[in-house]
């Protein structure tokens, strides 16, 4: 009668009476990983000078799917062609993966440690308690595909003249491309995709600016 008055579900019941619990915090938590690589190329002699650096960022979060992934790129460059005249190139490049499917912590604190994830026959439910209320937060995360990258692009070219008596004009070119691929399959394996029995998305974004600046 009490477990009535606590409003157990039946699943609850059956699992409290037999002293098994499911430990979601110990599922959904991992041990956090971040991983930081870094290349970098210089030379200020002659008429030439150059900075490249290259980084690469994998980090995995304590939270199951929380993953994110960058490359970046930098290259500064100037050449003297004469006593009054150089050019240059600054320009940076990014490529970012945010493809993940991170579980929710707010959904882990939602559930009883009498429900349970999976059934008798190891198969993932939908909701753990039976009770067609409280999602199972790992839906997602095993059935949910994504693919989202991201490239920027960030370019200035310039020349620059000196002029005698200290006079000086710089023309600047500048450009910006952004490109983006955002790709997603909700299955009718999840709740929300058994409703339109499977559903995927494509977008494809780009974006470019530029900008003329003479000083």
């Known amino acids: 009668a009490w477990m009535n008055r606590l409003k157990l579900k039946d699943i609850e019941k059956k699992n409290l009476n037999a002293g098994k619990t499911y430990d979601w915090y110990d599922a959904a938590m991992r041990q956090g990983f971040r991983q930081n690589y870094d290349?970098?190329?210089?030379s200020g002699a002659g008429l030439l000078k150059?900075?490249?650096?290259n980084?690469?960022?994998s980090n995995k979060n304590y939270i199951l799917g929380d993953d994110y992934k960058i490359f970046r790129s930098r290259l500064n460059?100037?050449?003297?062609?004469?006593?009054f005249l150089k050019f240059g190139l600054n320009a940076q490049f990014s490529n970012k993966d945010q493809s993940n499917v991170a579980l929710i912590l707010n959904d882990i604190t939602d559930q009883s440690p009498y429900g349970q994830p999976f059934d008798d026959a190891g198969i993932l439910k939908w909701y753990p308690h039976d009770d067609s209320v409280i999602p199972n937060p790992f839906i997602n995360y095993y059935n949910y595909d994504k693919f989202n990258k991201t490239q920027n692009l960030f370019a200035t070219m310039y020349?620059?003249?000196t002029f005698p008596m200290g006079f000086s004009f710089k023309s600047s070119f500048i450009n910006r491309y952004d490109w983006n691929k955002n790709f997603s399959y909700d299955p009718s394996t999840t709740p929300s995709g058994n409703k339109t029995k499977g559903f995927a998305q494509r977008v494809n974004s780009s974006l470019y600016e530029w900008q003329l600046d003479n000083v």
Do not use: F, P, Q, R
């Not at 150059?50 to 650096?53: E, G, Q, R, V």
């Open 39 to 42: 290349v970098n190329l210089k």
């Open 159 to 161: 020349g620059e003249i």
């Open 50 to 53: 150059y900075y490249w650096s």
């Open 77 to 83: 460059a100037e050449a003297i062609v004469t006593d």
């Open 55 to 57: 980084g690469y960022t």
